[in-house]
């Protein structure tokens, strides 16, 4: 399959000097390096999900959320809007 790809400088860089290193083409260590990163992507475990343990905090003694007006004045003061 022939396609154009555009690489970052850094991994540009890298993937021609693993190309010297190793003697082969160029083509050849980009494949050889995708492949590899395809597999041990496939082969990674899945990650279990996020859980979070709810619990509850209550309320404070004194407040309630029937009163909202009256719980905001007491913390924010009077002069709350």
């Given at each position: 399959?022939?396609?154009?790809?555009?690489?970052?400088?850094?991994?540009?860089?890298?993937?021609?000097?693993?190309?010297?290193?190793?003697?082969?083409?160029?083509k050849?260590?980009?494949?050889?390096?995708?492949?590899?990163?395809?597999?041990?992507?496939?082969?990674?475990?899945?990650?279990?999900?996020?859980?979070?343990?709810?619990?509850?905090?209550?309320?404070?003694?004194?407040?309630?959320?029937d009163?909202?007006?009256?719980?905001?004045?007491?913390?924010?003061?009077?002069?709350?809007?």
């Amino acid at each position: 399959m022939r396609t154009t790809l555009t690489l970052d400088d850094d991994v540009g860089a890298k993937l021609k000097e693993e190309s010297r290193r190793s003697g082969k083409p160029f083509k050849q260590v980009v494949n050889d390096c995708l492949r590899v990163g395809l597999n041990v992507r496939s082969k990674a475990p899945p990650k279990p999900p996020f859980k979070i343990q709810a619990r509850p905090l209550g309320l404070r003694p004194g407040f309630s959320y029937d009163k909202v007006w009256e719980l905001i004045e007491q913390i924010e003061g009077p002069f709350y809007r």
